[in-house]
């Protein structure tokens, strides 16, 4: 199962497209999921543009969790969760993030926690102002 990390068959991004659109699309298949029910740190959605990585990674950290939940609770959605990971981790593993700016923004676990429908209300947003 884990091999499949590599991402050399991601198609590298062409002008005008946006490398979350994938994960915009599993998200909007577990947004209605009945069988998920965590807590999660939820990032604004208008915190500072310069954030927005760490908003990113944030989302993802907690995408890790619901994870675990469905793994635990054996969910309708586990694949489109597993596959949100995937294609975050895709998009960001060749970029470290730039220290200067992380230190400025809220660590992950700062931020709120709130249900799972509005953290996947939040995350939509922020990927959808990612893809402007």
């Known amino acids: 199962l884990f091999f499949f990390f590599s991402s050399a068959y991601l198609p590298k991004t062409a002008a005008g497209h946006c490398k979350w659109t994938e994960v915009l699309k599993d998200l909007e298949q577990i947004k209605t999921s009945e069988d998920i029910d965590v807590s999660l740190y939820t990032a604004n959605t208008d915190e500072d543009v310069k954030c927005q990585e760490p908003v990113m990674r944030c989302f993802f950290l907690e995408m890790k969790v619901i994870l675990h939940e469905c793994y635990i609770k054996n969910c309708s959605k586990t694949q ?17 993030m730039n220290s200067t700016t992380s230190k400025k923004c809220k660590e992950c676990e700062e931020y709120e926690e709130k249900n799972f429908t509005e953290f996947i209300q939040n995350f939509v947003k922020v990927i959808q102002r990612e893809c402007k």
Do not use: P
Not at 80 to 96: C, M, P, R, T, Y
């Open 80 to 96: 489109d969760v597993f596959n949100i990971l995937k294609n975050g981790n895709a998009s960001f593993e060749n970029n470290q």
